[in-house]
């Protein structure tokens, strides 16, 4: 790969330069357990099933259950969502508080300043492309990748453009931000809808692990170590939220599955007991 080829690059976000521990790319099962706490923080006595009805209508417009390309403002899912309510809190706050009660962990990735420092280096242009967390609003994601955001010359997400990948809008957004032309674009992402983007767009792609072999020196003995403790510690969390029935087993071979692929620990998890 010549870096020289491009004027800009462009990170997809989740699973490329940044995850929320544990979770998997579907988040439906954790709906009911974030409309649970809105109900318990704001003591509305709600029945079970106005709960499990919420969650339904939640899940009816995740993109991973039901595609579609144009993006939903956040306050219109949960109108929607909690409109069968006796009493509805405040939609923005109740938002916040769902999401809390998901449980969510962000983290960035170790090597994600290093790539985009890597690009800044070769004079050019980083930007991001991101599709939300369905009915996450724009301010809350921000919080998560508050490490990075500050290194992007620009942010982009499915609020920011209107559109989920692999509609072409969030990369035509950027390409005319920037003044130049699609093909003069690397996105980077990791998965197959972002391909698909790049693909739409014009614009090249490449998946973040090969794009890693390209701008990172092989690791040490050292380093290996320390991802591979890094790696056996989320395995360890993984295996509580297991054992005391806070994941079902079917979310846990998802979220351990998608760990050892993104850590690339593969050689690793052979080697491991599995957990019955």
């Known amino acids: 790969m010549d870096l020289s080829d491009y004027k800009a690059v462009v990170f997809d976000l ?10 998997p790319l579907n988040w439906s099962d954790y709906y009911y357990q974030g409309f649970k ?15 499990e009805k919420s969650a339904e209508i939640l899940k009816s417009y995740n993109p991973r259950n039901k595609y579609r390309e144009y993006e939903i403002m956040p306050v219109v899912l949960f109108d929607e969502a909690m409109a069968g309510w006796k009493k509805v809190p405040d939609i923005r706050e109740a938002i916040e508080v769902f999401f809390s009660g998901i449980g969510l962990k962000a983290r960035v990735f170790s090597y994600s ?27 809350l994601f921000r919080k998560s990748i508050t490490d990075i955001i500050k290194l992007f010359d620009l942010y982009v997400s499915s609020q920011t453009c209107g559109y989920r990948k692999p509609n072409k809008a969030g990369l035509e957004y950027i390409a005319e931000h920037f003044d130049i032309d699609a093909k003069d674009i690397l996105f980077v992402g990791d998965e197959d809808k972002d391909m698909q983007t790049a693909d739409n767009a014009g614009c090249s792609f490449m998946h973040i692990d090969d794009f890693k072999k390209c701008e990172e020196p092989e690791m ?8 591979k403790q890094l790696f056996l ?3 360890k969390t993984l295996d509580s939220f297991l054992k005391t ?4 087993r079917l979310q846990y071979d998802k979220s351990y599955g998608d760990l050892v692929k993104k850590m690339g620990m593969e050689k690793v998890a052979e080697g491991l007991i599995e957990i019955i």
């Open 14 to 23: 989740g699973g490329t330069l940044m995850e929320y521990e544990g979770m």
């Open 245 to 248: 029935g806070a994941i079902s």
């Open 37 to 51: 706490k809105i109900d318990e923080q704001y003591g509305l006595g709600l029945e079970e099933a106005d709960i």
């Open 220 to 227: 040490s003995e050292k380093e290996f170590e320390k991802k």
């Open 233 to 235: 510690d989320q395995k």
């Open 113 to 139: 300043k290093k790539i985009i420092e890597v690009c800044k280096k070769h004079g050019l242009k980083v930007a991001c492309l991101t599709d939300l967390p369905s009915g996450m609003p724009d301010s």
